[in-house]
Structures are given as structure tokens and as C-alpha cells.
């Protein structure tokens, strides 16, 4: 069993810049992948950035250039930094890690883009 827990959403105006933590806990050195998803209202879940291999990563084409995901020291810990942010990044962003077939879900944290 893996838990996560996202940290770091709110309200922000365009152009602006959020941080988004997660912090895994049980099971984690079985974790293969942790990435960020994002849903946004009326829409489908959608993939925003993650770890395809210790240090090989994939964005979404929207954010490139504006996100960077990265690791913390330790192995549980994952964070999305989010630059010159737009009303259309508006969502509720998921941590997602995978142990073999199996994905797990945080909670979700609310980053709302307005001025």
C-alpha cells in the first residue's frame, strides 16, 4: 500500500508561480513511477508530467517549458514547480505513483489561475 499526500495548491494570478509536494508513505520502495495529473471541470483526467525512469521525464505539450517536475532527496517526495501559470491551468492536480500494476492516488490539491 502507497499513500500520498499533495501539499502546495491556491489561488494564484497569471503569470504567477505555485509549488506542489507530494509525500509517499508505506510501501515505497516498491514504487516504479510518480508523476502529476491534473482534472479540470467538465473535463477527463489528464497526464501533466512524470518520471518515466529515474531521471527520464514526459510533460503534457501545454506546459512545456513552464513545469518542471522533480525528486526530493529522499525517494518518496515528489514536486511539480508551475511558472508563468495560465487561467487554462485550472485544475485539481493529483500525485500519481504506480507499484507494478497498480496505481495509487493523492487527494488532490486545488490550483485556481485568476486575477
Known amino acids: 500500500q502507497v499513500q500520498l499526500v499533495e501539499s502546495g495548491g491556491g489561488l494564484v494570478e497569471p503569470g504567477g508561480s505555485l509549488r506542489l509536494s507530494c509525500a509517499a508513505s508505506g510501501s515505497i520502495f516498491n514504487i516504479n513511477v510518480m508523476g502529476w495529473y491534473r482534472q479540470a471541470p467538465g473535463k477527463e483526467r489528464e497526464l501533466v508530467a512524470r518520471?518515466?525512469?529515474?531521471?527520464?521525464?514526459i510533460y503534457t505539450d501545454s506546459v512545456k517549458g513552464r513545469f518542471t517536475i522533480s525528486r526530493g532527496n529522499a525517494k518518496n517526495t515528489v514536486y511539480l514547480q508551475m511558472s508563468s501559470l495560465k487561467s487554462e491551468d485550472t485544475a485539481v492536480y493529483y500525485c500519481?505513483?504506480?507499484?507494478?500494476?497498480?496505481?495509487?492516488w493523492g487527494q488532490g490539491t486545488q490550483v485556481t489561475v485568476s486575477s
Open positions: 518520471f518515466i525512469s529515474v531521471s527520464s521525464t
Open positions: 500519481y505513483a504506480a507499484v507494478g500494476s497498480i496505481d495509487y
